[in-house]
């Protein structure tokens, strides 16, 4: 992923203040222009850079907003198709974009792609569980001004609306265009060669964002088309199994200590942390965390909370197994985690990030969260399942 943003650091478009009739279509157009200029001006400022990397954030954009759609309980299926032309179609089953009259006299979908400021509202309205990354809901209006061109289908009341935009510009309002039964968004893209530095997209590294999204989001199914080739290839992404999965995965060349994945999920008052973890016989600790589905690569509060725990859960347990009767000391969390690996995903509404790469996650409420439960849920696991915690532990404590 490119570089996380904060809202402060994208410039405002400025607020629509009357309401406007059609004949004042275009005139009203400038005020939102001057907004999107912004992005065209200084767009590493709002996707990080204009190489492939800022590239491949466009899709992971728009991709976002299916995903909050899905996390709500709305959309089971995100497409994501690569044409030939290297422009891009992500579509969605979910509610589609409401598409009534703004305020302003303009159409939400209009909104949500031309207003930088603009997609936080309906999500607060929606009342959703919006977690996933992203721009704070700027992400269409950001990659609809790094567009050459952007057309949007929306199919929602049994209709079907669609509109076109040109470096984010609308060429016409939001227009109904016919009769559905089906319900969704479509989205297709083409980023702007005087923007990018490349406009080719790479099929892996869009494929390995989409397989962490549906191994971090179980139960979607998330299919990446690439039709740029004979065959056409489709790579269907899709894990009922979610972070387990996830394990297994990145497991799958080691030799394991116990056969199941030990997996924990705890969920209050809007935060959310499911871990899953499984020694395997080397010596390497491969902690990987995830915030709002966003890589934490400098860890955070999640991660020290769970390291604290586990490193309280299994001294105890050694202790008063027993097993640990001819140490002296207590065992440091180092020594505890090698050969674990462990994926850790916190759902936080209003996440703080910080370091140096502002990947690493601040909330300290997150900290003590994350610490009780761990505890908690683990003390109760390693005593309902000893096989797993005398495996793992004799491994930890050298004895295999
Ligand atoms: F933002 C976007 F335009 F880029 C985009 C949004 C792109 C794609 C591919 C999908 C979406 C999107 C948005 N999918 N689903 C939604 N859902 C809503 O915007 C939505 C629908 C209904 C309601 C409601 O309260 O009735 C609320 C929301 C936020």
Redesign the pocket.
């Known amino acids: 992923m490119g570089k996380l943003l904060k809202k402060k650091d994208c410039k405002m478009t400025e607020e629509i203040t009357a309401p406007i009739t059609s004949s004042e279509y275009s005139a009203d157009q400038i005020k939102i222009l001057e907004g999107l200029e912004a992005v065209r001006k200084r767009p590493g400022m709002y996707i990080g850079d204009t190489g492939a990397r800022g590239l491949h954030h466009c899709v992971y954009e728009?991709v976002d907003?299916?995903i909050?759609?899905a996390l709500a309980g709305?959309?089971k299926k995100i497409g994501v198709v690569i044409h030939a032309d290297n422009s891009v179609t992500?579509?969605?089953d979910?509610?589609?974009?409401?598409c009534e009259m703004h305020s302003s006299g303009i159409s939400a979908v209009e909104v949500?792609?031309t207003k930088l400021h603009a997609?936080g509202k309906?999500?607060e309205?929606?009342g959703?569980y919006k977690v996933s990354g992203g721009l704070h809901g700027v992400?269409?209006a950001v990659?609809n001004a790094l567009s050459e061109l952007l057309q949007?289908e929306v199919r929602r009341n049994g209709k079907v609306y669609k509109q076109f935009f040109k470096r984010g510009d609308p060429v016409a309002p939001l227009k109904e265009v016919g009769v559905t039964d089906k319900r969704g968004?479509?989205?297709t893209f083409k980023p702007d060669p005087e923007i990018f530095e490349t406009i080719e997209y790479s099929a892996d590294v869009l494929a390995n964002r989409l397989r962490e999204l549906a191994f971090l989001n179980s139960g979607i199914h998330i299919i990446l088309t690439d039709e740029r080739q004979e065959p056409v290839k489709t790579q269907d992404f899709f894990f009922e199994g979610g972070l387990v999965q996830f394990v297994e995965y990145l497991n799958k060349s080691k030799e394991k200590i116990h056969d199941k994945v030990i997996y924990l999920k705890y969920e209050k008052d809007f935060l959310a942390v499911e871990i899953a973890m499984q020694w395997n016989n080397s010596y390497t600790e491969t902690v990987t965390s995830y915030v709002n589905n966003i890589n934490t690569i400098e860890g955070g509060t999640h991660v020290s909370g769970f390291k604290t725990a586990l490193t309280r859960v299994v001294n105890k347990y050694i202790t008063e197994s027993g097993m640990g009767k001819t140490m002296k000391e207590t065992l440091s969390g180092d020594d505890i985690r090698e050969g674990l690996g462990c994926v850790i995903s916190a759902k936080v509404p209003e996440p703080q990030f910080e370091g140096q790469t502002k990947t690493k996650l601040g909330n300290s409420e997150v900290e003590g969260f994350v610490n009780t439960m761990c505890y908690e849920r683990l003390t109760a696991y390693f005593e309902q399942n000893p096989a797993v915690a005398k495996k793992s532990f004799k491994k930890v404590l050298m004895l295999l």
């Not at 979910?94 to 409401?98: A, K, N, S």
């Open positions: 728009i907003n299916s909050d759609e709305h959309a992500v579509e969605d979910g509610r589609g974009i409401p949500v792609f997609g309906f999500n309205e929606g959703a992400g269409a990659v949007v968004t479509m989205v």
